[in-house]
């Protein structure tokens, strides 16, 4: 018997466009991460009058199915095969998908039952999240697969950091652009919110999957020891 596994050719050296380029993903990530919390839990419970506890329990099935999610979608990323590489097409779909679904998210009836509100919420975070795992696993994943450098790794990651920041910003002011008196009320506003998040969301997690080339793999076969079997 025998494993077959990816193997990639050597390390490789980061220029700082490649490192920008994969940085500027965690702006999405940071609004994929907490955009959702930010503004469901003011506009719902505010402005619609649902129940901050039906609002947590929503927000904590919805967060639980993301977290189940993110291994099967490391699986899957890990095994797709195409001509774009493994990671790189979940990352480009996800990030349109979930740009998509934010947007919408908040383009709800009012006058609605709490019953109501509370299963288009969950049905829209599901949706949300489900399309967020599909660009924040493969991400992650690219990025610890750019380079075997110590160093070059270290560096990637604090530009990564660095936009962290800049996204984590961006979600701060996500509600506080819904209350604007421009838009009248802050339902309204929160349509024109989502909107914009859901734009930066897939605007800049495009970017990773479109300028960064993955790294090339060669297939290298391990033959198993005699009497001892692969435990898999």
């Not at 506009?43 to 977290?67: C, E, K, N, Q």
């Not at 920041?165 to 838009?183: H, R, T």
């Amino acid at each position: 018997m025998s494993r077959t596994e990816g193997t990639p050719l050597g390390p490789e050296a980061l220029g700082a466009r490649r490192k920008i380029g994969y940085g500027i993903g965690a702006v999405g990530d940071m609004i994929g991460f907490h955009g959702p919390t930010n503004l469901a839990v003011p506009i719902y419970t505010l402005y619609l009058g649902v129940s901050p506890a039906v609002v947590g329990i929503v927000l904590a099935i919805t967060r639980a199915w993301d977290a189940f999610a993110d291994p099967m979608m490391g699986e899957i990323s890990d095994r797709a095969t195409t001509r774009w590489g493994r990671r790189r097409p979940f990352i480009i779909g996800g990030a349109l998908a979930g740009g998509l679904a934010f947007a919408l998210m908040w383009h709800v009836t009012p006058g609605l039952s709490e019953l109501a509100y509370a299963v288009f919420l969950g049905l829209a975070l599901t949706i949300f999240y489900t399309a967020f795992t599909v660009f924040t696993v493969p991400y992650h994943a690219l990025g610890y697969e750019m380079t075997d450098d110590y160093h070059e790794r270290t560096s990637l990651m604090a530009y990564r950091i660095f936009f962290n920041v800049i996204g984590n910003v961006a979600v701060g002011w996500l509600f506080a652009l819904a209350k604007a008196p421009i838009f009248g009320d802050p339902l309204t506003g929160a349509k024109f919110a989502g909107a914009l998040g859901g734009l930066l969301f897939a605007g800049t997690c495009m970017i990773p999957g479109i300028l960064i080339k993955e790294r090339s793999f060669k297939k290298a076969t391990n033959p198993e020891p005699s009497g001892c079997p692969l435990r898999r």
